[in-house]
């Protein structure tokens, strides 16, 4: 369901902490998309998401939402996207359902919607049984379940994750999967770092090679493969080539 | 490895392990501030013998045989370390069950576990002495250096007090384990240790109170009818008071006891420590219900977070042991307030400050809970609201909590007096709102789980926040007494927080 809108438009960001992170990286994101950002550690991916998400304020650049200029507006832009974070930040004191009805309120969501989406939300990711139960003794998985439903049951235009597989068990990110691509399907667009390059093969329409700082490839799997005059090679040998082309021309 | 050697090597990790956690408590885990730590310890070491001074230097010239009422005096002193050190103790016990992440480790490895789990009672039991002999050598400096050499056997009961605080406080913690469950557990453990930290100096103050009108505890220690309940001088009841004036048999004796007491709970609890350790982790992966399936609740995003804020802070179990102290800090005054119904003493001015006192120090608490420890803080920075509205909304929190609690206590005293009723309001409100103030200027994002190193984050924030409730309960009580005393208090409190501002990092 992929339309000509821009769902992320990010031009010349820059951060530097001791070294340079993020190094005038231009990105453009189609609404109705589902873009993988890959790289390796320390590559600048998760710096970059964090300033897009307004978690972090780059030294220069711009970020626009769908169009909404997320620097000089983040409230309107936040209001319109969701992220998710690899190491989930939930209340350990709070039920799921707890959890997603302060979500909920934080966005604004009207309790009538609201209400029947978390419990939708929560039994698709197989957190039924433990809708009541407070979070304090959730398994790595089901806290960042619980995280995503979070971050969905506002219904956001955008949702950025960083590493949403990590640590999480086959069938807990066949779950995750599931749901995203029903996201995407029904006209929202994602955004993902993923170290598992087998995720990004399969589910992205296009996917995004980042290294020191700067976008070095992109493109659908068959383009970056074309680009780099690899036939039919697998996204992991791609990968592996590119990051060492930047590294040796560093 | 033979057996001794083992246990000897695991001591040697146990107590690494421990110095490592207090030194990082003191440096606030930053590298680089062992030296800066260091010279603060001994500056705060060297001053603390003033108050030391104050509190016990009359007694240095005690000598042998004591009449009763100074036995009775000095004993109860002994009592009341033993009681703070007792309630500390099961603070630290209950952290070892539930917060040590080498447990598995441990029980995975091919070693005895009843050795290892006696090395792990017997660090406990020296690092809960270690920390005594540390807060009581100014108190034992001054009466050496006024009394003589004698007094140095004061360090003796102070080991022999530390040994069995912490014998006691593995067996009171295991036991609660053993009745309660490991899930309640925690929360009792708190506000047991709370009880017992506070319960000896409010039971005496009560009886003061109601027997002679005064908040001084010593109305009660030295009056004829506490010598009149008080067994013969022979009494073993007096053995700590001895020991502590120089008796050597009497210090033996003492030590010997608290030895075999730890020796005795380090042979029945032992083998159980490893079973209530599982129990404890157990309990980490089975979770506590709610019943609560209604659907959302409406209204404004603030709304949404204030909601949140009230429900973290109703399932906090610092929170419930913290307030619970506080009150039972509050129950003399209320006492006395509820006394000068029928009787008009003056002696009902001393409720304003502690009352004050008590609200700054909780608004601290609670304000760091609600503006610093935030679980979830990408989601908060994430959501449609402007960080100024987030902040609103826990401080608003904070302020209501302390309405809720402080309100009916001033609405009391309104009816005994409306001038100090007014006072009193007002000081709490200014104390609340500087402590919260402090808190807003000094704040670090954390994890509400890492509360106890909240005094650690920043040395100034602490110690501005203690000035700073002092300051204000002082100036409320000169308020009532000497109006032109509170001014300049006042003024000094002012100042206080002014230097505070300007030297927090969150300033403009």
């Not at chain 2, 310890?41 to 013998?49: D, I, P, R």
């Not at chain 2, 017992?196 to 009660?220: D, E, H, K, N, P």
């Not at chain 2, 007491?261 to 609890?269: E, I, K, N, S, Y």
Request: charged share 15%; hydrophobic share 55%.
């Amino acid at each position: 369901m992929k339309s000509e809108q821009t769902a992320l438009e990010v031009q010349g960001l820059t951060k530097r902490f001791d070294r340079l992170a993020v190094d005038g990286l231009d990105l453009s994101v189609r609404a109705g998309e589902f873009y993988a950002l890959v790289g390796p550690n320390g590559a600048g991916k998760t710096t970059t998401l964090r300033m897009v998400a307004g978690l972090l304020r780059p030294d220069a650049g711009s970020v626009a939402i769908f169009g909404v200029d997320a620097l000089s507006n983040p409230i309107g832009a936040k209001q319109i996207m969701a992220w998710v974070s690899d190491e989930p930040m939930i209340y350990d004191k709070l039920t799921p359902l707890e959890y997603l009805e302060f979500v909920a309120g934080l966005w604004g969501v009207d309790p009538m919607l609201s209400t029947p989406a978390a419990r939708d939300l929560l039994v698709s990711l197989g957190l039924e049984p433990h809708l009541n139960e407070r979070c304090e003794g959730f398994s790595k998985g089901m806290r960042q379940k619980v995280a995503l439903a979070g971050a969905l049951v506002h219904d956001p235009r955008l949702i950025i994750l960083d590493e949403p597989l990590t640590g999480l068990d086959a069938v807990s990110a066949r779950h995750v999967k599931g749901l995203l691509s029903e996201r995407v399907r029904a006209g929202c667009t994602v955004i993902m770092t993923t170290h598992i390059l087998e995720v990004a093969e399969r589910m992205a329409d296009r996917i995004g090679v980042i290294a020191r700082g700067r976008l070095v490839a992109e493109g659908t799997l068959d383009e970056l493969r074309a680009q780099n005059g690899h036939g039919s090679t697998s996204l992991e040998d791609l990968f592996i080539a590119l990051v060492d082309v930047t590294a040796e021309a560093a | 490895m033979s057996t001794a050697t083992a246990l000897t090597w695991f001591a040697r990790h146990e107590l690494r392990l421990a110095w490592r956690e207090w030194l990082a408590m003191i440096t606030g885990g930053r590298r680089g501030r062992k030296r800066a730590a260091a010279i603060g310890l001994v500056a705060f070491a060297a001053l603390m013998h003033l108050p030391a001074y104050a509190v016990i230097g009359r007694f240095a010239t005690l000598q042998a045989p004591l009449d009763k009422t100074s036995l009775i005096v000095l004993t109860s002193t002994i009592l009341l370390a033993w009681a703070l050190m007792l309630s500390q103790a099961i603070e630290s016990v209950t952290r070892v069950f539930y917060a040590r992440a080498d447990l598995d480790l441990i029980m995975s490895s091919p070693a005895k576990l009843a050795n290892i789990f006696s090395v792990r009672i017997a660090a406990i039991a020296l690092v809960v002495t270690g920390m005594a002999l540390l807060f009581s050598t100014p108190f034992v400096d001054v009466l050496v250096l006024n009394g003589g050499a004698r007094w140095l056997a004061g360090f003796g009961v102070v080991i022999a007090i530390g040994l069995s605080a912490a014998a006691l406080a593995i067996a009171i913690t295991i036991l609660l384990f053993r009745l309660i469950g490991a899930a309640r557990t925690r929360l009792i453990a708190q506000i047991v240790a709370a009880i017992i930290g506070a319960g000896f100096v409010i039971a005496l103050q009560i009886a003061a109170i109601l027997s002679y009108g005064t908040l001084s505890r010593f109305a009660v220690l030295t009056s004829e009818a506490a010598a009149g309940f008080a067994p013969d001088a022979a009494s073993l009841l007096w053995w700590p008071a001895r020991a502590a004036l120089g008796d050597l048999e009497a210090l033996l004796w003492l030590l010997s006891a608290s030895l075999v007491l730890l020796g005795a709970v380090m042979a029945v609890f032992s083998p159980r420590f490893a079973d209530t350790a599982i129990g404890a982790s157990a309990q980490a992966i089975t979770s506590r219900r709610s019943n609560r399936t209604l659907a959302f609740r409406g209204g404004s995003r603030q709304q949404a977070l204030r909601r949140k804020e009230f429900l973290l802070l109703k399932r906090d179990p610092w929170l419930i042991s913290q307030t619970l102290m506080q009150l039972l800090y509050l129950v003399p005054p209320a006492v006395m307030l509820w006394r000068s119904f029928s009787d008009t003493s003056v002696a009902i001015v001393l409720i304003t400050p502690v009352v004050v006192m008590a609200a700054g120090q909780l608004a601290g608490g609670l304000a760091w809970l609600t503006i610093c420890g935030e679980d979830a803080a990408d989601l908060v920075a994430t959501a449609p609201l402007s960080k100024a509205a987030v902040l609103r909304a826990k401080i608003e929190v904070v302020l209501i909590v302390m309405g809720a609690i402080f309100a009916p206590l001033v609405a009391a005293l309104a009816f005994a007096s409306p001038l100090q009723a007014a006072v009193t309001g007002c000081g709490v409100a200014i104390g609340a709102a500087s402590a919260t103030a402090i808190q807003l200027w000094f704040r670090v994002q954390a994890r509400r789980s890492q509360f106890r190193r909240r005094q650690t984050s920043s040395r100034l924030a602490t110690i501005a926040e203690a000035f700073s409730s002092i300051g204000w309960a002082a100036t409320s009580a000169l308020a009532l007494s000497i109006p032109a005393g509170a001014a300049v208090s006042g003024l000094m409190t002012a100042a206080i927080m002014a230097v505070t501002w300007k030297l927090s990092p969150r300033r403009g």
